[in-house]
């Protein structure tokens, strides 16, 4: 909760990764705090600022990115930089995809570029699962137009100042509209009848810092602290209390972007030049280990899922991916990715026929459930099969990894078998810490000519 007013908020755009900031970040966050501002989207520009957008929501408490090229650097940028803002979606607390849109206010590229602009941020965060960031500015009509549904990703119209019909039909067809500093201007009438008019769950509040400092601040430099501002017009403008509306708000922001108790899983994420794919959160096996019992991701990543992730999200996140990008891809999940072979095997195939190495990570109980043909065909799509041993006997396995296949390690060591018959590139892991000899386990896979590895 807030210190100072006792409201909890979320600062729905504050760009806080331009240098104008670098000098005083801490102290401005330590305001912010102080000032209820617990949570603050930073969206960027470009891919430099973009990747110092994701960088910084790793690093602070509370920050959220959004990468992006805003239509007044498109020809600043240059068409690779789509490439270098799609690497950097996939970090980890990159909630969406902006600042993208359209600028007909200032003399920037011809819309019809814009427009394709805005058009493949749009698949992006579509492909992603990531919200959607848009400006505009005298385009309004036009950017509501390009972003057509709002489904299956939300689309967020920040700072907005264009006619009030128009964002409350935008607003009916899901979109959030982001309300800023001119909300506090006594000359925007029309933004504070539309304060009034919008549905009030597709309201959202912002800065825009630097840029727009409301009432009574107007001239300084706009920070996240001045939100609060913000908010009691919007409440008065509502005719509802600050506590409440803060409350309502801070719901809002967090559905638009997918975070707190509306985070949204992440299908892919990056570790060491690799990109692992969240396949699943099924499993049939139930490891007294298991990262799952104790933690709902990992370096930031949110990876528990509530219900099997969509194969058409899956399909598209990977067919993003350039060659060059990883060492190589490995299907995991938050379970177990034979748990879904007919998904597994198509994409594997898919992305090895474009060059792109796959690797396997599975607990090896496949041929428990699925017949020894198709088990067969899913190997051989792999350039590399790391299967969890996890223990050199099968009491000490039955003990450790708990499986509800009956006979689980007989399947298991077949599936061992196949691999090497195929002759993928195989190894056996083990986790450190279980009561198990990783000796006896390097020992057992030593004596099937296979490499052992000991995971932390
Ligand atoms: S096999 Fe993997 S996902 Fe399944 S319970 Fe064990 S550690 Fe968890």
């Given at each position: 909760m807030s210190d100072s007013f006792g409201y909890r908020l979320f600062?729905?755009?504050?760009?806080?990764?331009?240098?104008?900031?670098?000098?005083d970040l801490e102290e401005v966050l330590r305001r912010a705090r102080r000032a209820g501002v617990r949570d603050v989207l930073v969206p960027g520009t470009d891919p430099p600022s973009s990747i110092k957008a994701a960088r910084m929501a790793t690093v602070y408490e509370g920050l959220w990115a959004a990468v992006g090229v805003h239509p007044n650097e498109i020809e600043a940028v240059g068409d690779e930089g789509m490439e270098a803002i799609a690497r950097t979606?996939?970090?980890?607390?990159?909630?969406a995809i902006g600042e993208t849109g359209m600028d007909l206010?200032?003399?920037?590229?011809?819309p019809a570029k814009q427009r394709e602009w805005l058009r493949r941020h749009l698949e992006l965060a579509r492909a992603l699962g990531r919200t959607l960031v848009a400006h505009s500015r005298a385009a309004e009509a036009e950017v509501v137009d390009a972003i057509g549904?709002?489904?299956p990703v939300p689309v967020v119209l920040h700072c907005y100042t264009g006619p009030v019909k128009l964002a409350v039909e935008a607003a009916r067809r899901g979109c959030y509209v982001g309300l800023a500093g001119?909300?506090?201007?006594?000359?925007?009438r029309s933004l504070r009848e539309l304060a009034g008019r919008l549905?009030?769950?597709r309201m959202l509040i912002e800065t825009d810092s630097p840029f727009l400092s409301p009432e009574p601040r107007r001239g300084s430099r706009n920070q996240p602290a001045n939100l609060e501002l913000v908010l009691q017009v919007v409440a008065r403008a509502m005719g509802a209390d600050p506590a409440g509306t803060a409350s309502l708000l801070l719901d809002n922001s967090c559905r638009a972007f997918g975070v707190g108790e509306h985070r949204r899983t992440d299908l892919f994420y990056v570790l060491d030049g690799k990109m692992y794919v969240?396949?699943?959160?099924?499993?049939?096996n139930d490891c007294t280990f298991c990262i799952r019992n104790y933690q709902d991701g990992i370096d930031g990543y949110f990876l528990q899922h509530d219900s099997e992730p969509d194969p058409d999200r899956l399909r598209s996140g990977l067919a993003l991916?350039?060659?060059?990008?990883?060492?190589e891809i490995v299907f995991c999940g938050?379970?177990?990715?034979?748990?879904r072979l007919g998904l597994l095997s198509e994409l594997a195939e898919a992305l090895s026929a474009r060059g792109i190495p796959v690797r396997l990570n599975t607990n090896g109980l496949a041929l428990s459930r699925i017949p020894e043909e198709r088990v067969r065909r899913m190997v051989s799509l792999f350039d590399r099969v790391s299967v969890s041993?996890?223990?050199?006997?099968e009491e000490s396995y039955r003990r450790i990894s708990?499986?509800?296949?009956?006979n689980a390690w007989h399947y298991l060591q077949r599936f061992i078998d196949l691999c090497r018959e195929i002759g993928c590139g195989l190894e056996l892991t083990a986790v450190r810490?279980?009561?198990?000899s990783m000796k006896a386990c390097e020992a057992l896979a030593g004596s099937k000519g296979l490499r052992f590895r000991a995971r932390g």
């Open positions: 600062d729905t755009h504050a760009h806080l990764c331009f240098d104008s900031f670098d000098r979606a996939l970090r980890p607390r990159v909630v206010y200032r003399k920037g590229s011809p549904s709002c489904d001119p909300v506090t201007y006594r000359s925007n549905p009030p769950e969240n396949l699943t959160g099924r499993c049939d991916v350039r060659p060059d990008w990883f060492e938050y379970g177990e990715p034979t748990m041993l996890n223990a050199p006997d708990r499986p509800s296949a009956k810490g279980c009561g198990v």
